[in-house]
């Protein structure tokens, strides 16, 4: 994989002070009524059956079915133990249903491919932060970018149309492998380090996720490099925030338990003085 930064307009102050790497789902934009509630829909078309928020989480929370296509089919799986005279569909045909339903359709029947054509649960997506959050990190010497399992149509749409954060450094579907693989999150800090000529290994670092698979990624990637100042950083999605104390402190206890080194309320909590504090920057 290769991430090119050539165009990315991101003020970088030399050098850097920290990294600061987000996922988008959950973290930057609520997808409670979008990806989930595809995957929901997605299995139902399959199967007849729905499953809740909290099969979904459980699942999520095995660290592996970061990608939804994947969770969905996953799921049809464990419902044919139950149901055994359940067809199993391809994988193509449940990408196939999950984008009419993500993206919407046309007339004709074809997944919807131009943003302003788009008419499917993707519309729903209330925002967690705005462009002025991306804006204060910058000008505290706080380098950004972002690390996401979502389609790269669908990224760019949030972080450039919608948040107006022009180049944004990203890391989208198909441009690494899945999380909690760590190659995606260690090719686009490298490539931020190096805007400031600043080896990777003198930057304190965050990672900012909302899943169990979020938080495995940074712990392999500082068995993949030691001398990593990295900081899993986990966050609640917000059907997890909205659905009472009790479920979301068990939220942040399987954040914790899976080795997150730190649980926030919010993205919207970390202001620049919050982000050094939680990376330890001296003289914050």
């Known amino acids: 994989m290769e991430v090119s930064l050539a165009g990315h307009r991101q003020p970088v102050l030399a050098p850097l002070r920290a990294l600061l790497l987000f996922d988008i789902d959950g973290v930057i934009r609520d997808v409670g009524r979008s990806y989930r509630l595809a995957v929901t829909e997605t299995v139902a078309h399959f199967s007849g059956w ?28 464990r419902r044919q133990y139950q149901q055994p005279s359940l067809p199993l569909p391809s994988r193509e045909a449940v990408v196939e249903v999950f984008s009419g339903l993500y993206f919407g359709r046309e007339d004709g029947g074809a997944v919807s491919q131009e943003p302003h054509r788009w008419t499917g649960l993707i519309r729903q997506e209330p925002l967690l932060v705005d462009g002025a959050f991306f804006a204060a990190l910058s000008e505290a010497g706080i380098g950004w970018g972002v690390v996401s399992g979502a389609e790269p149509s669908s990224a760019r749409h949030v972080l450039m149309e919608r948040l107006g954060l022009p180049d944004p450094p990203l890391v989208a579907m198909g441009d690494a492998p899945d999380k909690p693989d760590p190659t995606g999150l260690l090719q686009l800090a490298e490539e931020l380090a190096a805007t400031s000529r600043t080896p990777l290994s003198h930057l304190p670092m965050g990672y900012v996720g909302d899943t169990v698979a979020d938080v495995l990624t940074v712990i392999h990637a500082r068995r993949q490099q030691p001398r990593l100042r990295c900081k899993a950083l986990g966050v609640a999605p917000p059907h997890v925030a909205a659905a009472g104390a009790a479920v979301r ?19 919207a909590e970390l202001r620049p003085e919050r982000v050094f504090q939680l990376l330890q920057v001296g003289d914050s």
């Open 50 to 77: 729905r499953p809740t928020p909290e099969t979904i989480d459980a699942l999520k929370a095995e660290g592996r079915w970061n990608n939804d296509w994947d969770a969905s089919l996953e799921l049809l799986r």
């Open 249 to 267: 402190s068990a939220y942040h206890q399987q954040l914790l338990a899976a080795g997150a080194d730190a649980v926030i309320g919010a993205t």
